[in-house]
Every structure is written in C-alpha cells, then in structure tokens.
T-cell receptor, first 116, second 111 residues
Framework: AQTVTQSQPEMSVQEAETVTLSCTYD???????LFWYKQPPSRQMILVIR??????QNATENRFSVNFQKAAKSFSLKISDSQLGDAAMYFC?????????????FGQGTELSVKP | KAGVTQTPRYLIKTRGQQVTLSCSPI?????VSWYQQTPGQGLQFLFE???????NKGNFPGRFSGRQFSNSRSEMNVSTLELGDSALYLC??????????FGPGTRLTVL
C-alpha cells in the first residue's frame, strides 16, 4: 500500500521570503501522480501544483515549484515570495497511474503561517 | 464554469440516525470522489463513482454508501450514525479521475 508522509506539522515564513514544505512517499509503482493541495481556513481544497512521475522536469506554477526526486521518493513544495494569502494547511497527495480512478492518498498536512 | 457544489454545508444529527449528503460536480466531469476529513485520521478516501458505477472503494464500513446519477451528481449516505462519524465530508470531481477539484465540504456533527 502506498503512504504519504509530511514530517513538518507546522511551518512559518516571513512575508516575501521563501519556504519549502517536505513530502515523502512510499510506493512500489513506477508510474503515478503527485499533487500539492492548499486548504485555507475556509476548508476549500485548492489544487496548487501537480507532477507526473514519468516527467523528469519539475513542475512550476507561478510562485510555486516542486523538487521531485523519484529515486528518493521525495516531493517538496517551494513557495517563493510568500504572501499572507499563502497561509493555509498544505497537503501532499499521491495517485496511482495504474488504478483507473480518483483515489488520492494524502499526507497529514503542514500548517503554514505567514508573518507580516 | 461553476465549481463543485455540496449540500448541505452543515448538518447536525444524533447517534443512530442516517444522513444523505449531495455533491454536484463540475459540468462535464464524470468522476466523483468522496473523502472524510477528521483531526485524528486526516483525509481518507471513501469511494469514487464514474459513470454511475463505483470504481474505487476505501476502507470504511458498509454503513457508508454512495451512488451516482445519470447527470453525474452523487450522493453519499451514512446509516446508523456514530459519534466518530463527525467530520468534514469532501467531494471532488474530475474528468477521468486525474486532476480533482474539490467542493467546499459538508460539516457533519453527530451528537
């Protein structure tokens, strides 16, 4: 069975600075997808960024980028130029490419606070 | 395009009752997945429906069930509610199950 681990329950960053959230996963599969979701206090889950395991290039979406290390089974999220609106719970998630369907396996989350 | 909608947003029930939650996916999306979020267990996958068929199922007791209609709207039902069923229930829709878009959730409180 696949597992996702986020070892940092809480993180803090100064506004305009850069922060990196860690995520590791365990799987025996070679093809899969990885995601980072953001859940602000409103509880609405928002997709931040996604990465296909077969792609070596790290995904980037504006101020958000990932460092995908397939051999190490690591998938960290870097937030550059942090803004107050980035404060939220961040979840790392895994989805198998073999199992047709939408089963996401989530980590426990990292609560990010942004200091003005 | 309208996002995923869930109704009701808040619900209070007592132990032993049953409850039905509804989810309307983004137009054109055929896959609907349900998740339970609690402080202790985090986010856990309940089940997924695609074209009116259950395609995936998580490790929840049979009290949790669901269905999907021909218009892709989905409902989940929890029978014989227990205190531990208090949670935020999230619904997510996707075209084929790949990139999932979440609704605002239904907060269920069981007294």
């Amino acid at each position: 069975a696949q597992t996702v681990t986020q070892s940092q329950p809480e993180m803090s960053v100064q506004e305009a600075e850069t922060v990196t959230l860690s995520c590791t996963y365990d799987t025996s599969e070679s093809d899969y997808y990885l995601f980072w979701y953001k859940q602000p206090p409103s509880r609405q889950m928002i997709l931040v960024i996604r990465q296909e395991a077969y792609k070596q290039q790290n995904a980037t979406e504006n101020r958000f980028s990932v460092n995908f290390q397939k051999a190490a089974k690591s998938f960290s999220l870097k937030i550059s130029d942090s803004q107050l609106g980035d404060a939220a719970m961040y979840f790392c998630a895994y989805r198998s490419a073999y199992n047709q369907g939408g089963k996401l396996i989530f980590g426990q989350g990292t609560e990010l606070s942004v200091k003005p | 395009k309208a996002g995923v909608t869930q109704t009701p947003r808040y619900l209070i029930k007592t132990r032993g009752q049953q409850v039905t939650l509804s989810c309307s996916p983004i137009s054109g999306h055929r896959s609907v997945s349900w998740y339970q979020q609690t402080p202790g267990q985090g986010l856990q996958f309940l089940f997924e429906y695609f074209s009116e068929t259950q395609r995936n199922k998580g490790n929840f007791p049979g009290r949790f069930s669901g269905r999907q209609f021909s218009n892709s709207r989905s409902e989940m039902n929890v029978s014989t509610l227990e205190l531990g069923d208090s949670a935020l229930y999230l619904c997510a829709s996707s075209l084929m199950g790949y990139e999932q878009f979440f609704g605002p959730g239904t907060r269920l409180t069981v007294l």
